[in-house]
């Protein structure tokens, strides 16, 4: 079993950054691929960002593309979502998920574990 844990999220004013954490613990951690997604209240979960076991390779979703940086430490067993220049539409709960298989990644139904979210709050 894998237990993950946001943390990070908050209120800040449009314009300024974030950086959003996700430790986890139980298997090997540097095996998984890891996700973000956000949840905005009334809306789908939509893919935000995710990261291949060996952090050689990254992806984001067009609406946080070269505002967001997704990063892994595998030393620390985190994973990382540094958001810059956050806009109101950037409100939503964040959840980070790992994968077991990388594939498919931009959906949700590829990930196997999920953590319990973090709020983040833009304000204009």
């Known amino acids: 079993q894998v237990q993950l844990v946001e943390s990070g999220g908050g209120l800040v004013q449009a314009g300024g950054s974030l950086r959003l954490s996700c430790t986890t613990s139980g298997r090997p951690f540097s095996t998984y691929a890891m996700g973000w997604f956000r949840q905005a209240p009334g809306k789908e979960r939509e893919f935000v960002a995710y990261i291949i076991w060996n952090g050689g390779y990254t992806s984001y979703a067009t609406s946080v593309k070269g505002r967001s940086t997704i990063s892994k430490d595998n030393a620390k067993n985190t994973v990382y979502l540094q958001m810059n220049s956050l806009k109101p539409e950037d409100t939503a709960v964040y959840y980070c998920?790992?994968?077991?298989?990388?594939?498919?990644?931009?959906?949700?139904?590829?990930?196997?574990?999920w953590g319990q979210g973090t709020q983040v709050t833009v304000s204009s």
């Open positions: 998920a790992a994968a077991k298989n990388p594939s498919g990644l931009w959906s949700s139904s590829a990930y196997d574990y």
